[in-house]
């Protein structure tokens, strides 16, 4: 995610949540360097998604995660944690985490084909509606099992040819129907666009 994707997704994040971060954490964050990686799914040059992960030693964090509106249902969110995932491996996480809303069965579906599990609830974690938060894990993220569900996920988004290829896994084809339904064919490919050393948020 660069400085340039952010008004794009600050418009799906004020529509995806109650209480929608500002410019200023996105901004924030993104400047952390490999402590954040935040990838956007983007279709041509629009922006449809997002996905963020926080590092912390041998654990990472899915910190935020949401989907265009006109784009949902389609595999996107999916494709980002994919992407998280396979940044993860790369950087030697053992274990993911998050939290999310305990009324939010559609976000706790998606987790649970990743292999998260509910392991415990954070009492009133989102204050502003009297909500809590369940915690969920992904432990030993590389284990065949885990790495197994990945495959099978992969494989589904390949089928429905929103991957074209598992070594090129970056990559939409570019003309993706089924992803653009009823919009003319763009070039379509997912940026795992993460480096944010020194600040370099800028372009
Ligand atoms: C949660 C969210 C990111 C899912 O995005 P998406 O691109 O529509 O999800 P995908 O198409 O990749 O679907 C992945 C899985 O999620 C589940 N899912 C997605 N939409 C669903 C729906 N409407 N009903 C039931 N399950 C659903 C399914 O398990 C699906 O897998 P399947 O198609 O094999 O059954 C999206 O709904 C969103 O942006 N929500 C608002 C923000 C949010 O709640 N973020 C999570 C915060 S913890």
């Not at 956007?40 to 590092?55: F, P």
């Not at 305990?102 to 989102?126: D, M, T």
Request: aromatic share 8%; glycine share 8%.
């Amino acid at each position: 995610m660069r400085r340039r994707h952010l008004p794009a997704v600050l418009r799906i994040e004020n529509r995806s949540y109650p209480r929608p971060w500002s410019l200023g954490i996105f901004l924030s964050e993104i400047s952390l360097g490999e402590a954040r990686q935040y990838f956007v799914a983007t279709l041509g040059s629009k922006v449809i998604g997002y996905c963020g992960m926080m590092v912390i030693l041998d654990e990472g964090h899915i910190t935020n995660i949401a989907v265009d509106g006109s784009y949902l249902t389609k595999g996107v969110a999916k494709r980002l944690l994919l992407n998280a995932f396979d940044v993860a491996v790369g950087l030697s996480i053992k274990d993911m985490t998050l939290e999310v809303r305990a009324s939010n069965q559609i976000a706790q579906r998606l987790y649970f084909k990743f292999g998260f599990e509910p392991v415990g609830i954070r009492k009133n974690y989102y204050a502003e509606s009297n909500e809590d938060a369940l915690i969920m894990w992904c432990y030993d993220i590389s284990s065949s099992e885990n790495c197994q569900r990945r495959q099978k996920i992969r494989g589904e988004l390949e089928e429905a040819g929103l991957i074209t290829s598992v070594q090129d896994s970056a990559e939409l084809p570019s003309e993706s129907e089924s992803l653009l339904g009823e919009e003319p064919p763009l070039q379509g490919s997912f940026e795992d666009v993460v480096q944010t050393q020194g600040g370099d948020v800028d372009e």
